[in-house]
């Protein structure tokens, strides 16, 4: 009696289950489900799974971001040593949400990757590094086109695609994460305003402060930054800067003829003489601006209802504009007063990417980092700024003993300073599959830099190196 029971009630749910199978049929098959929904939000995950490798001819014991300003100079023991690394610390984790309040768009993204370092961070065996922000932001758009954001974002001196808001930027495609030489950016907290109005934006951003700087013979009493304190790293030095660097921009996005911006960003530096027995003219605060002005276009070309090209052009000229370059080279010196000086700077990148079909990406870039010579003369004769003439340059292209197994080499001085650097890259990206599993794709990436430096007594020390890097990625849908 029970078996018949089971048995019909089998018999009558039969026709359900079929029912509930086919209705989930088509689920099962494909999945078109782009976001998730959390109450009135949004949340998409960004972000990708990277595998890599790079080679670089001469070492610089870095791992994928590459500190140009360090290519060591011909004849030292690191020109004459290649570079092999493998890593997965680029790899991306993120999240954006957005929704509708009123009116009103919201916005905010949280994206983060492994390329910081903490105290107890090795190569050895574990491979351990701690999580970096990227950027972590929120923003609100009206409808009427009026956007505030603030958080850690691109900054505004970064070329956008189109209008200016964040996520717009027009980042170039390499694998190296410290992009090309030439390309303007950083990734900082921030306050920042839009109104679009038609095809016009106009932007205006309060964004972090900080300044880099690079003196000889500077006078000893002066106080330019300090080691990190209060939840700041204690191994590296901030300087004491009196107000956010303020940023404006245009930008135009005429219909069919790409994007086109103009932008200016204002700084404030300074720094504190300390001479408390008044023999040169007492203790005091010796504050400085600098000031600059650049261009950006992005120029996509059409064919088949797609982009075939994309074409780009920026440039940046002003003083005190170093560490909004990849090279990072300083944005300004010491005079031998004590004060502050900014350094004439230029930079421009051309930029052109090529999709010849819809699974490949092929890429160029050419760019360069200009510093003009800030130097000066002190009582006793001394050459004091940078790229003076009169500092010696006998110790850039020696080989000096090491200090130890692990410790760099110390002999002759070395009073080089950078004058420019280039390079040319290249490289693709091939995607072998896209879909709603996500992206998984292949990239190759070449580049050839060059270290040109200023003329001092001796030598005028130059440094080269070739890069190769390979990237293997699942990018999240």
């Known amino acids: 009696m029970i078996r018949s029971f089971h048995g019909n009630l089998l018999i009558r749910l039969a026709p359900t289950a079929v029912a509930i199978l086919v209705a989930l049929a088509p689920l099962a098959a494909q999945d078109t489900t782009a976001a998730l929904r959390y109450k009135g939000l949004t949340i998409t995950p960004v972000g990708f799974f990277a595998g890599e490798a790079l080679w670089r001819s001469r070492n610089l014991t870095a791992d994928v971001p590459s500190a140009y300003n360090s290519i060591p100079f011909d004849g030292t023991s690191d020109a004459a040593l290649s570079e092999f690394r493998a890593t997965s610390r680029q790899s991306r984790i993120g999240m954006l949400a957005s929704g509708k309040a009123n009116e009103n768009t919201v916005s905010g993204l949280i994206e983060g990757d492994f390329l910081g370092v903490g105290i107890n961070s090795t190569s050895n065996e574990t491979n351990s590094y701690v999580f970096r922000i990227r950027q972590a932001w929120a923003s609100v758009t009206t409808a009427s086109k009026l956007t505030l954001a603030g958080g850690q974002m691109w900054s505004?001196?970064?070329?956008?695609?189109?209008?200016?808001?964040?996520?717009?930027?027009?980042?170039?495609?390499?694998?190296?994460?410290?992009?090309?030489?030439?390309?303007?950016?950083?990734?900082?907290?921030?306050?920042?305003?839009?109104?679009?109005?038609?095809?016009?934006?106009?932007?205006?951003?309060?964004?972090?402060?900080?300044?880099?700087?690079?003196?000889?013979?500077?006078?000893?009493?002066?106080?330019?930054?300090?080691?990190?304190?209060?939840?700041?790293?204690?191994?590296?030095?901030?300087?004491?800067?009196?107000?956010?660097?303020?940023?404006?921009?245009?930008?135009?996005?005429?219909?069919?003829?790409?994007?086109?911006?103009?932008?200016?960003?204002?700084?404030?530096?300074?720094?504190?003489?300390?001479?408390?027995?008044?023999?040169?003219?007492?203790?005091?605060?010796?504050?400085?601006?600098?000031?600059?002005?650049?261009?950006?276009?992005?120029?996509?070309?059409?064919?088949?209802?797609?982009?075939?090209?994309?074409?780009?052009?920026?440039?940046?000229?002003?003083?005190?504009?170093?560490?909004y370059g990849t090279s990072q080279l300083p944005d300004a010196t010491v005079d031998a007063d004590g004060s502050l000086k900014p350094i004439t700077a230029a930079h421009a990148l051309l930029s052109i990417e090529t999709h010849p079909t819809t699974q490949l990406d092929v890429y160029g870039y050419g760019g360069v980092e200009y510093e003009d010579r800030a130097d000066f003369v002190n009582s006793a004769g001394k050459g004091v700024g940078y790229g003076s003439p009169l500092n010696g340059n006998a110790g850039c292209t020696v080989e000096a003993i090491p200090g130890g197994?692990?410790?760099?080499?110390?002999?002759?001085?070395?009073?080089?300073?950078?004058?420019?650097?280039?390079?040319?890259?290249?490289?693709?990206?091939?995607?072998?599959?896209k879909g709603s599993a996500g992206t998984v794709q292949w990239g190759l990436q070449f580049s050839h830099t060059a270290r040109n430096t200023w003329s001092g007594l001796g030598v005028q020390p130059q440094g080269t190196d070739n890069m190769a890097f390979s990237s293997f990625r699942l990018v999240l849908p």
């Not at 204690?234 to 009196?242: K, L, R």
């Not at 600059?292 to 002003?318: C, E, K």
């Not at 080499?409 to 004058?419: E, I, L, M, V, Y």
């Open 156 to 323: 505004l001196l970064t070329t956008n695609k189109t209008g200016m808001l964040p996520r717009s930027e027009d980042a170039p495609l390499t694998i190296e994460s410290q992009f090309v030489p030439g390309f303007n950016w950083a990734r900082q907290t921030a306050f920042r305003v839009v109104k679009t109005v038609d095809a016009t934006s106009f932007g205006v951003a309060l964004e972090g402060a900080q300044t880099t700087f690079s003196a000889r013979n500077a006078p000893a009493n002066v106080l330019v930054g300090q080691p990190g304190g209060g939840f700041l790293n204690a191994q590296s030095t901030y300087s004491i800067d009196p107000a956010p660097d303020l940023i404006a921009k245009v930008a135009f996005d005429p219909k069919g003829w790409g994007h086109w911006e103009v932008k200016a960003i204002g700084r404030a530096m300074r720094d504190r003489f300390v001479d408390p027995a008044s023999t040169s003219g007492g203790t005091r605060t010796l504050n400085t601006t600098a000031a600059a002005i650049g261009i950006g276009t992005y120029i996509p070309v059409m064919m088949d209802n797609r982009n075939v090209v994309d074409l780009g052009l920026s440039a940046l000229y002003g003083t005190g504009i170093g560490r």
């Open 405 to 433: 197994l692990y410790s760099p080499a110390s002999g002759a001085p070395c009073n080089a300073d950078t004058r420019n650097i280039w390079q040319a890259t290249a490289g693709f990206w091939y995607r072998f599959y």
